[in-house]
Nanobody, 126 residues
Framework: HVQLVESGGGSVQAGGSLTLSCAAG????????MGWFRQRPGKDREGVAV????????TYADSVKGRFIVSQDNGKNTLNLQMNSLKPEDTAIYYC????????????????????WGQGTQVTVS
């Protein structure tokens, strides 16, 4: 089990930027994937951006390619999501996640392999 805590959400006008951070606390098993997911109003949870820790390779949802950047800080056990050129349709609760015992490469955008989840942080774009 991994403790994950998101921060950095808030309200921003369209075209603006926000950066989310995920602090990973204690865990009892190794994981190789971490990522960001979101749930927009009235929609199912969807993958946004995931990162393979072993090589820092990334995979993005088509809807955010070229606008969002996911990165890691291993020394401080943090995962960041830099969001640029925000659109109203980016409004959602954003969740940080880490995978379970299985090893993945590349990391999937599907949510089921991710077993540890943060509480979420609200992002509102108007």
């Amino acid at each position: 089990h991994v403790q994950l805590v998101e921060s950095g959400g808030g309200s921003v006008q369209a075209g603006g930027s926000l950066t989310l951070s995920c602090a990973a606390g204690r865990y009892t098993y190794k994981r190789n994937c971490m990522g960001w997911f979101r749930q927009r109003p009235g929609k199912d949870r969807e993958g946004v951006a995931v990162l393979w820790i072993g090589g820092a390779t990334t995979t993005y949802a088509d809807s955010v390619k070229g606008r969002f950047i996911v990165s890691q800080d291993n020394g401080k056990n943090t995962l960041n999501l830099q969001m640029n050129s925000l659109k109203p349709e980016d409004t959602a609760i954003y969740y940080c996640a880490a995978n379970g015992g299985a090893y993945y490469n590349p990391c999937p955008l599907e949510s089921s392999p991710y077993r540890s989840w943060g509480q979420g942080t609200q992002v509102t774009v108007s």
